[in-house]
């Protein structure tokens, strides 16, 4: 079981953003969150990648509790947040190979880097600073980073907000394909 949730409420002061939630979900599937504005999809990412502590229930990433164990929950995953926090001033490959040192991927950082260029389709734009960027290649460059150090568990927040028809079809391939 790659992620397993149980009976998970989230309240913010008077604010309930979940709501006694279970879910089970193993290894290779893709799962989407669907619900309207508000629905707590954000805060039930927020709460699988131990940004924010739940209110109550249990949540388990590869078998990891995220209270026991939260540094081994998010060596696991591999995280891209709604707003997409990016270094604008950085250029794609430096803010990459900064990313891959974070994670101490050490002389694999040069490798995985490449990787990720390639396969995220970054090539072309790898020599301009992330400011310069369009949105779809920002949101490649936020996939890039979340897959960096091969995590077992990628976790998504609208990666295709915002992107337009032609750059939907593209993250969704890239999506479908990271899952292989
Ligand atoms: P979604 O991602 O599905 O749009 P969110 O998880 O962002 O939903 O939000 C769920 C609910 O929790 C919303 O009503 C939102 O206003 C509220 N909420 C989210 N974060 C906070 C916070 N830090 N403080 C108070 N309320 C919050
Ligand atoms: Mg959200």
Known sequence: ??????????????????DNVSLEINKGEIVGLLGPNGAGKSTMMKIITCFIPPTEGVVRVCGEDIFDNPMGVRSKIGYLPEHNP????????????????VHKLGKNSKERTEMMIEMTGLTKEVNKKIGALSKG??????IAQAMIHDPEV????????????????EIRDLIKNAGK
């Open 86 to 101: 990016l270094y604008l001033d950085m250029y794609v490959r430096e803010f990459l190979q900064f990313i891959a040192g």
């Open 154 to 169: 990628l976790i998504l927040d609208e990666p295709t907000s915002g992107l337009d028809p032609n750059q939907l079809v």
């Open 137 to 142: 290649y920002r949101q490649r460059v936020g």
């Open 1 to 18: 079981m790659s992620i397993s949730i149980q009976n998970l409420t989230k309240v913010y002061g008077q604010q309930k953003a979940l």
